[in-house]
């Protein structure tokens, strides 16, 4: 008997004994044993698979943020590669260019970039801009009655409105040829600058002249103070720009700009323009001026022909 189990049950019907030899009690045991080992292995397995999934999930939630922001990222680098491009047109356009639409975009802003500095060369050399801060004309080129003699008579330049010692600067670069007190031709204070290839600017009725004779000035430096000297009816400055010893309308070249480049071509009939850009041009680098001379020979035709 040492080797089963009895098990009695009672009831309302009786008294029930069964025997069980002692291996199936070995048998149940270490099967419940495995089960429960198993159950534990399984919820381990389920764990850790939980923890991976939730790994890959916060991964997938990253790598889609990511994703997501790489998309508006190259959408914005496209809005602005489009910008980009349109301000290049813009570029081109404005300064005359005509490049191929399929050329790379790196190309066509190397030779913006290259255009753009031979047009600053040219704005550097040949007289620009106003020479004070301009609030309007008083009294135009051409011929008019003297305000002071009354007698009729061509008048070489444009009369600048301005009060007294207002800054006047050079609107281009050169040497000063004359500075000083200029009595006989009723100018008073006057600044004479040698702007080279012909050009000459006059600066007239001065109140101060802050340059000397045989100094060299560039674009944009101060020479002096507006005022009332020489014949003069009340402070301003009498702009003069001359090519040659030929008295030119200095209200076109006030006014010309990088935005109305071309402008002046057409305003200004007097001056020999597509040899002199070239000539100006030819001091750049080869590349450079040969593109400039080009363009410039191509647009100052178009304007002959207009």
Partial sequence: ??????????????????????????????????????????????????????????????????????????????????????????IEELIGMDVDDNAPLSKRVDVARLTSRERRLIFEIIPNGSPIEYHGITSKFGYRKHPITGKREKHKG????????????????????????????????????????GFKTYFAHLGKVKVKHAQVVQKGDLIGLTGNTGRSNGPHL?????????????????????????????????IPWAPLLSLITSYLPEESSQKCVQDNENNLSVMTDR
């Avoid at 040829?177 to 702007?195: F, K, M, Q, T, W």
């Avoid at 090519?243 to 030119?248: G, H, V």
Wanted: proline content about 1%.
């Fill in 1 to 90: 008997m040492e080797h089963k189990i009895n098990i009695t049950i009672e009831d309302a019907k009786g008294v029930k004994e069964f025997s069980f030899h002692k291996r199936v009690k070995h048998f149940a045991f270490y099967t419940i044993a495995a089960v429960v080992i198993l159950l534990i292995f399984s919820a381990y397995v389920v764990l850790s698979l939980s923890k991976e999934l939730g790994t890959i999930e916060a991964k997938k939630d990253l790598l889609e943020a990511q994703n997501s922001l790489m998309g508006q990222t190259i959408k914005s680098r496209e809005h602005e590669l489009k910008l980009l491009d349109e301000r290049l047109i813009g």
């Fill in 238 to 270: 009498h702009y003069e720009i001359r090519f040659m010893q030929q008295a030119l309308n200095p209200y076109w070249f006030i006014k010309w700009t990088m935005n109305n480049y071309e402008e002046i071509f057409t305003k200004e009939k007097h």
């Fill in 158 to 197: 444009s009369d600048m409105r301005a009060k007294i010692f207002t800054e006047v600067y050079a609107t281009a670069n050169g040497v000063v040829e004359y500075a000083g007190y200029h009595r006989r031709s009723g100018y008073g204070r006057l600044i004479i600058i040698d702007n080279a290839y």
